[in-house]
């Protein structure tokens, strides 16, 4: 036999899947609603993430080599004295990312399908396939007709909004909502934003999260999170970040506006039956960094390697307890960097004064080095001892600078 996998959803995560699965011979469906998808998002990347999946210089249209944190009462302390001349925050549009990585799944093999998943219908007993009902995209952009497509596996990479997540009882996660302007400003203003991204913090752009102003292609994006959803709120947030850029984005001129839900923590459950989640559907994102586009492409490859293997290069089916090993692997492999996040978030995000303490931590050299060699190559280098201690110190001090740590503060 051959195993059969659907991939729902062509984003990162669903076409880091198919490339996998296609690559190692296993019959790939890659089901996309939208082609030219331009996803909301900041396009931030790691770097190590250009080298792990191959993406040629032309999908980064950025290279970020600065950053500016802004702290409540507008201290700025500059990041980025650390990198390496070959370092840097890769920046890109996400309809070009998506689109090369699904072409190269398709070119090695994935059958890709244009066409909205709109019911997952399970199986009756253990050996019955799942069936798939889609409705196909035509390319002149008009419906097509209803169908279905039988498999034996499925891997739901169809974002926050997941159906299949949904289809098999996955639970609910807490998410955030980020909005976010793409402005094109000035071309003098731009200058600024050539290498440079900016973020800030305050309860008046956020009360949980961070704002930020990307530098894009031709414009920027400037945007806010928080998880207190509510429309009023954000537009409050928004009007926040704008204010506080006023006079770096001048003159500018909003070109589309966007918002999207942030997963907070994963899915209560990933694997159920011969479906796997993957990517914001299982709820890979980071806290702290609202980081999901590496994440979302790695627990993918992961999820599928996994399926490779104990399929024996598609030779047999797995079972729920098989795909479970993915979990296992993932949760080994990252658990810790997302406790690590989810505590400095807690700590750091919560009032003017700890953010007042966090930008000034910032400025410390150390600190640079430790949190730029986190982002860019997901491998928490320990600093030496001495450069820990004088981390760990310096924390302290800016916390109770801060007054973030008195006594008397009600957390
Ligand atoms: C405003 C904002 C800014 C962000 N900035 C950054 C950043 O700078 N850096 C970063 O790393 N992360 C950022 N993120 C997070 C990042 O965008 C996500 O974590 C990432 O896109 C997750 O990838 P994914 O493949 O899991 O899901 P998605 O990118 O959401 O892809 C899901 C795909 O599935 C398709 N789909 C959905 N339903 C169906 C269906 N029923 N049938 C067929 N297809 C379907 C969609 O069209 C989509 O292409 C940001 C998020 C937001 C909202």
């Known amino acids: 036999m051959t195993l059969r996998v659907a ?34 998002c900041g396009g931030a990347i790691p770097l190590c993430m250009v080298d792990e999946f ?26 980025g004295s650390t990198l390496k001349p070959d370092e840097y925050i890769g920046m890109c549009r996400r309809e070009v990312l998506d689109g090369f990585l699904r072409d190269r799944a398709a070119k090695l093999g994935a059958k890709l399908i244009n066409g909205t998943m709109y019911k997952l219908e399970l199986p009756q007993a ?22 279905t497509l039988q498999v034996d596996l499925v891997i739901g990479a169809d974002g926050a909004n997941s159906r299949v997540a949904k289809a098999i009882d996955a639970g609910g996660y807490n998410y955030a909502i980020a909005f976010q302007e793409r402005i094109r400003i000035p071309d003098d203003k731009m200058a600024y934003y050539e290498d440079l991204a900016e973020m800030y913090v305050g309860n008046d752009v956020s009360p949980d999260f961070y704002a930020w102003v990307f530098p894009k292609y031709d414009h920027v994006a400037v945007g806010t999170g928080t998880m ?3 429309q009023a709120k954000i ?34 459950r990933r694997v159920v039956g011969r479906v796997a989640l993957v990517g914001d559907a299982a709820g890979t994102v980071t806290k702290s960094s609202g980081e999901g586009i ?7 490859r992961m999820c599928a390697e996994t399926i490779v ?52 931590m910032c400025a410390d050299i150390d ?12 491998t928490v280098v320990p600093a030496n001892p001495l450069a820990q201690l004088k981390i760990t110190a310096k924390t302290v001090g800016s916390l109770l600078r801060g007054s973030a740590l008195s006594p008397t503060r009600t957390w």
């Open 7 to 40: 991939v729902v959803g062509g984003g990162p995560a669903g076409s880091s899947a198919a490339e996998t699965l296609a690559k190692a011979g296993i019959e790939t469906y890659l089901l996309e609603r939208k082609l030219d998808n331009a996803k909301p």
């Open 54 to 79: 191959d993406l040629p210089p032309e999908i980064i249209d950025r290279r970020v080599r600065k950053m500016k944190m802004i702290s409540p009462s507008n201290i700025e302390v500059n990041i």
């Open 309 to 360: 293997a104990l399929s024996q290069a598609g030779q047999r089916i797995p079972t729920e307890a098989d795909l479970k090993t993915y979990i296992k692997r993932w949760d080994k492999e990252y658990g810790t960097t997302y406790l690590v996040l989810d505590i400095l978030q807690r700590v750091f995000y919560r009032t003017d004064a700890t953010r007042e303490a966090f930008v000034e």
């Open 235 to 268: 537009k409050s947030l928004q009007a926040g970040i704008r204010k506080r850029a006023a006079k770096r984005i001048e003159g500018g001129e909003i070109i589309k506006v966007e918002a999207h839900p942030i997963p907070e923590h994963p899915r209560p």
């Open 367 to 378: 600190v640079q080095k430790l949190t730029f060699d986190s982002y860019l190559y997901k």
């Open 126 to 147: 253990d050996s019955d396939p799942y069936t798939l009902h889609y409705t196909e995209h035509r390319p002149d952009g008009l419906v097509g007709d209803d169908r």
């Open 228 to 230: 207190r959803v509510n």
């Open 294 to 300: 590496y994440f979302a492409a790695k627990s993918a």
